[in-house]
Nanobody, 121 residues
């Protein structure tokens, strides 16, 4: 059974940092791309970042480029999202999602339950 479990969310002041983790199980983590997707209150889903299965370059939404860094540790079956210089508009539930294949743009079919990030003073 595929499982994705996010952790590391919380309340942070504007300009602060958080690191989200996503522990994966039930599939060969290293051979699949994984994405971070978020949903702000009252809004739709927004793709944030994607990491391919290999060591290819990651990609980011323009809204987070230069502030967020995605990484993965295939030895620990874990995906990370380092978020720096957080802004109130980054407030959202953050989900990690398993992709259909090795590339992050090829669609997603398993999701975690999400981690809430609140950026507020």
């Amino acid at each position: 059974e595929v499982q994705l479990l996010e952790s590391g969310g919380g309340l942070v002041q504007p300009g602060g940092s958080l690191r989200l983790s996503c522990a994966a199980s039930g599939f060969s983590f290293s051979t699949y791309a994984v994405n971070w997707v978020r949903q702000a209150p009252g809004k739709g889903l927004e793709w944030v970042s994607g990491a391919n299965s290999g060591n290819g370059p990651a990609d980011y939404a323009d809204s987070v480029k230069g502030r967020f860094t995605i990484s993965r540790d295939n030895t620990k079956n874990t995906l990370y999202l380092q978020m720096n210089n957080l802004k109130p508009e980054d407030t959202a539930v953050y989900y990690c999602a398993k992709c259909l294949g090795a590339g992050w743009s090829g669609g997603m079919h398993y999701w975690g339950e999400g981690a809430l990030v609140t950026v507020s003073s």
